[in-house]
């Protein structure tokens, strides 16, 4: 079993890529100890590396030995399987939260495709929703990665861009994407916020949040051709506030707590990984695709929704039959 400490659980998240929600995982004790640290020992009881076991005398003689060296250990040992007890604690908490990796989910994204946060044909045979945040360092950095995705597979790819808010500052921005797709302009305005808005956001370390408000967000759109005034009025609307809220809903389902969080034709991935990688992934879809002898347009419809799992599976839950 492996043992993953809160330290060790945060740097394998920044590993990943992946901006945290605070309801990341269970909450777990911070009193664990970090991996290899030592228990306190009473100095008197450690024996050098290699010791011999002290079999002179009686057998009473050397079980009052060996019970005075367990007396003498017994707060250390104490210690130690308090600290186990937490550590596999975690790990099970953990475990509850990992998806299963044979899982196919059938993630709902029908709203999301209506409402225009779609790029690509709607004849792809693989779909990939990405669940991402405007404030996520790492969503910004996968974004350039989707759209060659989708032009070097040349129709064989589309993805769907799902909401989950993680950083308040970044709401105008999602609340302005749906106003943009209203306009028929999702992709361009998305991009466009990616340099333009996140960009200097990024560049002042997080500190200058103007960038991500609405005032560049009406310059970017201005930018873009867009009608300002009605841009501003959607991003108002209850439409606009609940596209987001439906998305997160739905992606909390499926237990997604952090960004970016994306998956191919219902498969669970999880972070900012390199281009090579999503294309082993697509290019096992396209393989199943081309197996299952449905086309290409039914394929998220008919087998991702229809067959793929209704709610979330983790890896230590049985496979449904």
Not at 96 to 101: H, K, T, V, W
Not at 208 to 223: T, V
Not at 232 to 257: F, G, T
Request: charged share 25%; aromatic share 6%; hydrophobic share 40%.
């Amino acid at each position: 079993m492996r043992i993953i400490t809160s330290l060790a659980l945060a740097s394998a998240i920044a590993a990943l890529g992946a901006c945290e929600q605070p309801s990341r995982l269970d909450k777990v004790t911070s009193k664990a100890a970090a991996p290899g640290a030592s228990a306190p020992a009473d100095k008197a009881a450690d024996a050098p590396s290699g010791t011999k076991i002290d079999r002179s005398g009686s057998v009473e003689q050397q079980l009052a030995r060996l019970q005075d060296a367990y007396d003498k250990n017994a707060e250390a040992m104490g210690f130690l399987n308090q600290v186990y007890g937490q550590q596999k604690a975690q790990q099970q908490a953990q475990d509850r939260n990992e998806p299963a990796e044979d899982a196919m989910f059938a993630v709902n994204v029908t709203e999301d495709i209506k409402a225009g946060q779609v790029d690509g044909p709607p004849t792809a045979p693989v779909t990939i929703v990405k669940a991402f945040d405007f404030a996520c360092p790492y969503c910004q950095r996968t974004a350039s990665t989707m759209n060659e995705l989708v032009k070097e597979y040349g129709g064989k790819v589309r993805v769907v861009y799902a909401n989950m808010l993680i950083h308040p500052p970044a709401k105008p921005a999602h609340l302005a994407s749906c106003a943009a797709a209203k306009q028929g302009k999702y992709v361009a305005f998305k991009d466009a916020f990616w340099d333009k808005g996140f960009g200097p956001y990024a560049a002042s370390g997080g500190k200058d949040a103007a960038s991500l408000g609405e005032d560049n967000i009406l310059k970017i759109a201005e930018g873009l051709g867009l009608d300002t005034a009605k841009l501003k009025a959607d991003m108002a609307s209850p439409e606009c506030e609940k596209r987001i809220e439906s998305d997160m809903a739905e992606l909390q389902k499926w237990h997604v707590n952090a960004t970016p969080t994306f998956f191919i034709n219902g498969r669970d991935i999880n972070g900012a990984l390199p281009k090579d990688a999503f294309k082993r992934v697509i290019d096992e879809e396209l393989a199943k695709v081309e197996k299952s002898g449905v086309s290409g347009g039914d394929y998220y419809d008919k087998i991702v929704l229809a067959q793929g799992e209704k709610q979330f599976r983790s890896k230590v839950d049985p496979k449904p039959h």
